[in-house]
């Protein structure tokens, strides 16, 4: 993510948008370590973020850049003066980022536009809308959302802001995956005050692959050994795996119908493919009973309120350990010392 604004260059501009911004907290659960038979368990805890998510982090900055180049104007000015006549954001969303996007159109006073796939359950869709963006429907998976956003913009002067691309060099994509940069940047400050020993392995939750690419760059060379980044997604919307086997985002069919309702993704995004071959990341699969139990388990042991989603990096943690074969592959043992990240917080009906 070469040319791309610091972590901290980012805080400052997403900082004044939120009173209550702070660093999100980094938790030290030792029980759950114990049940995982590790030697600790850290979780990034994304709940307290503005919207609830980690995605405010990545699409309400690009949505705010994109809208600032337009207009010729830094985005302090953009802020501050909210010009008229501005282009129309769209994205596809599964729910966050559709929400972060408008949440942008919104302190810049411009129009959004928000597909949704037929999947996206209806408090998802209020909570987009009542940032005062309007919302289109479409049949199928996200997948066929992203075509329709990305044919809308195209036909209407809008301004794309996708999370996923097969553009390796998109700069919208690479904005949203610079602002997810910020996670990685928090944990590196926070992680001292956990004890001086870091994480030997991040299970993070891919989707298309966005935040696990940003977060593997952002502590690359800082993990301890063997410095394991694995990705982890749903048996049923596994589009990684194809993707790294050919070397390029490849759409794989089904309904990805998964409780892992922000990870039901057909097609890797290019940039994010790129960013974890260069990492050397694996990836895990996780069964629909894994992940509806992760959060149980989460809450069970100290940890936040969340969904499926959230704990999608736990459930895949839960799921190499328990199989000896992988675990090995893995080198995961006794002494592994793991970070997960909790991506949302409990989705209120």
């Known amino acids: 993510m070469t040319n791309a604004a610091s972590p901290h260059?980012?805080?400052?501009?997403?900082?004044p948008l939120d009173p209550a911004y702070a660093p999100t907290p980094l938790r030290d659960l030792p029980g759950l370590a114990a049940r995982l038979g590790v030697a600790q368990l850290l979780a990034k805890d994304e709940s307290p973020r503005m919207l609830g998510s980690f995605k405010s982090l990545g699409g309400t900055y690009a949505g705010l850049k994109a809208l600032a180049r337009a207009a010729g104007m830094d985005l302090p000015d953009l802020l501050a003066r909210r010009p008229g006549g501005q282009p129309a954001l769209v994205c596809a969303?599964?729910?966050?980022?559709?929400?972060?996007?408008?949440?942008?159109?919104?302190?810049?006073?411009?129009?959004?536009?928000?597909?949704?796939?037929?999947?996206?359950?209806?408090?998802?869709a209020?909570?987009?809308?009542?940032?005062?963006?309007?919302?289109?429907?479409?049949a199928g998976t996200y997948d066929d959302a992203v075509d329709a956003a990305a044919a809308a913009a195209r036909e209407g002067g809008a301004i794309l802001v996708a999370d996923t691309t097969d553009d390796p060099g998109d700069p919208v994509v690479r904005d949203v995956?610079?602002?997810?940069?910020?996670?990685?940047?928090?944990?590196?400050?926070?992680?001292?005050?956990?004890?001086?020993?870091?994480?030997t392995h991040l299970f993070v939750q891919a989707g298309v692959g966005g935040l696990a690419a940003a977060v593997a760059d952002g502590l690359a060379g800082w993990l301890a050994p063997p410095g394991l980044v694995v990705a982890v997604e749903p048996t049923a919307a596994a589009c990684l795996p194809a993707a790294l086997a050919a070397d390029r985002p490849v759409r794989v069919p089904g309904a990805l119908h998964t409780a892992a309702e922000m990870l039901s993704c057909g097609e890797a995004s290019a940039p994010a493919l790129t960013v974890l071959r260069r990492h050397g990341a694996r990836v895990v699969t996780?069964?629909?009973?894994?992940?509806?139990?992760?959060p149980g388990i989460l809450a069970e042991h100290g940890g936040p309120p969340t969904t499926p989603s959230g704990?999608?990096?736990?459930?895949g943690a839960l799921t190499a350990l328990a199989d000896p074969g992988l675990a090995r592959e893995l080198g995961l043992d006794r002494e592994s010392r793991i970070l997960v990240l909790v991506t949302e917080g409990a989705l209120a009906a």
């Open 9 to 15: 260059a980012i805080a400052a501009v997403l900082r």
């Open 93 to 124: 969303s599964d729910g966050n980022h559709g929400l972060a996007v408008a949440a942008a159109a919104r302190f810049a006073g411009a129009p959004a536009r928000v597909f949704l796939h037929e999947g996206v359950p209806a408090a998802r």
């Open 177 to 199: 995956m610079a602002g997810y940069g910020v996670l990685a940047a928090e944990i590196r400050d926070q992680a001292a005050a956990a004890g001086p020993a870091r994480p």
């Open 311 to 315: 704990a999608a990096g736990l459930a």
């Open 126 to 138: 209020r909570r987009i809308a009542d940032q005062g963006a309007a919302i289109t429907w479409v």
């Open 286 to 294: 996780v069964s629909e009973p894994g992940l509806t139990a992760a």
